[in-house]
């Protein structure tokens, strides 16, 4: 059973392109999970999804970031117009389901970096 | 300050010494949950201990939790120079999302 998929790894983007970030959950797994690291930091809530549907984007900034995770396919989340201060780790985690004991597997990120 | 605030922020020990780090809350949780993070990797889960559970062990970690103070230590015993890692507590206080704190690097000498 593969675990939380992450592609890319890496990720270079000049300022005002637009930088998709995949996820692929574990298999049986249906919830999703998007955080962001900056460095030296703890990580930071962004989205949490569910199949085609957006269960908590509080986290999220409310300009240029968006997140899906369709019926086929992986989650993407995706940066619009990035700038210099999107430079961070984003790990994905999946659950196979949400509530009590909710434990999460963590992806293995993908850095962004914007020059 | 931030819910899951871990202390130290920096431990530097010797092989064969424990390492106990310690997570402060401010909330009520239903779980806390421990990770371990090797430099530019992903997080690795630890341990998770529920809101009702006084102490939780596996293998070389011991983890308790006190929610009257809300707080919570992680215990390594017999550290190896392998456990060098940061680690982060995160809590689940319901809604599903995860709050980590800041971290604890870890360093463990040969």
């Known amino acids: 059973n593969a675990g939380v998929m992450q592609n890319p790894r890496h990720l270079v983007r000049r300022r005002g392109q637009e930088a998709r970030l995949r996820c692929s959950p574990m298999k049986g797994h249906s919830h999703v999970y998007w955080y962001r690291q900056l460095p030296e930091e703890g990580l930071k809530f962004m989205v949490y999804?569910?199949?085609?549907?957006?269960?908590?984007e509080s986290g999220m900034p409310k300009e240029r970031f968006s997140a899906e995770f369709p019926k086929e396919g992986p989650s993407i989340l995706r940066i619009q117009q990035v700038v210099r201060g999107d430079s961070a780790a984003y790990f994905c985690a999946s659950s196979p389901l949400a509530g009590a004991d909710n434990e999460q597997f963590f992806g293995p990120g993908t850095r962004l970096t914007v020059l | 300050s931030q819910q899951g605030e871990e202390d130290p922020q920096a431990l530097s020990i010797q092989e064969g010494e424990n390492a106990t780090m310690n997570c402060s809350y401010k909330?009520?949780?239903?779980?806390l949950q421990w990770y371990r993070q090797n430099s530019g990797r992903g997080l690795v889960h630890l341990i998770l201990?529920?809101?009702?559970?006084r102490e939780k062990h596996s293998g070389r970690l011991r983890v308790t939790l006190d929610t009257s103070k809300k707080s919570s230590s992680l215990l390594i015993t017999a550290s190896r120079a392998a456990d060098t890692a940061s680690y982060f507590c995160?809590?689940?206080?319901?809604?599903?999302?995860?709050?980590f704190g800041e971290g604890t690097q870890l360093t463990v000498n040969p």
């Open positions: 995160a809590t689940d206080a319901g809604g599903s999302r995860l709050t």
């Open positions: 909330t009520s949780i239903n779980n």
């Open positions: 201990i529920r809101s009702n559970e």
């Open positions: 999804l569910q199949k085609e549907n957006i269960i908590d």
